[in-house]
């Protein structure tokens, strides 16, 4: 068990609706990643925050916005859901000494989201 | 571009074979991570290793063993007399190394091998 925990483990939305998906980071970590998972495929990278900040960004729309807080948990939120945004949405803590540090990921358990 | 490719979508083996799951990446930079991830039903992705681009040595750790190849840009991983819990889809990633200004340490996906091992 890493000490990344994510909620809610599942839920289910229609479309047009906005979802807010928690992650509490493992303790002594300051940076947050988090990652899509759609069915059969590999996680790939929404955004990641560091020390309250965005610090890096992959290829989603707008209406995918996060936060991170001073205990650096993180929140990911989505507007508008589409269907396509039906996946599994994994958050990943980490310790960085910069914000160019590469350091090992350690992923919670996820938050399955399905968009009707 | 960056890309992992898991060519070998879906592997099927019986208890204590052994199974090697292969890796091909992609990428223009001289520095760079590669990784392994197990994924159980549970969803949670378990890190199994990280190599850095400089070190080719291969690794062993209890039944896995990891077989890097810059020549060839592979990074492969081996199961020595695979168990019933191996069951699991399995990830290879790559990381590059920070730029200036741009995304840091984040980590490509390849879309996985799922390992089913039968007793």
């Known amino acids: 068990e890493t000490g990344v925990t994510q909620s809610p483990t599942h839920l289910i939305k229609t479309r047009g609706q906005q979802v807010t998906l928690r992650c509490s980071s493992q303790s002594g970590h300051n940076t947050v990643s988090w990652y899509q998972q759609a069915l059969g495929q590999g996680p790939q990278f929404i955004f990641q925050y560091y020390r309250e900040e965005e610090n890096g960004r992959g290829n989603f729309p707008p209406r995918f916005s996060g936060l ?3 205990n650096y948990s993180s929140e990911l939120n989505v507007n508008a859901l589409e269907l396509d945004d039906s996946a599994l949405y994994l958050c990943a803590s980490s310790s960085r000494i910069n914000p160019r540090d590469t350091g090992e990921l350690f992923f919670g358990e996820g938050s399955r989201l399905t968009v009707l | ?34 990784f392994w991830y197990k994924q159980p039903p549970s ?26 190849q810059k020549s060839t840009s592979s990074f ?3 199961i020595t007399a695979s168990q019933v819990v191996d069951s699991a889809v399995y990830f290879c990633a790559l990381s590059e190394r920070a730029n200036e200004g741009g995304s840091q340490g984040n980590l490509i996906f390849g879309k996985g091998t799922k390992l089913s091992v039968k007793p």
Do not use: H
């Open chain 2, 76 to 78: 492969n991983f081996t």
């Open chain 1, 68 to 70: 991170q807080f001073p």
């Open chain 2, 43 to 68: 969803g949670e992705l378990v890190f199994l290793i990280r190599r850095n681009s400089f070190d080719e040595q291969n690794e062993i750790s209890g039944r896995y063993s990891w077989n890097f």
């Open chain 2, 1 to 34: 571009a960056q890309k992992v490719t898991q060519a070998q979508t879906e592997i099927s083996v019986v208890e204590k074979e052994d199974v090697t799951l292969d890796c091909v990446y992609e990428t223009r930079d001289t520095t760079y991570y590669l």
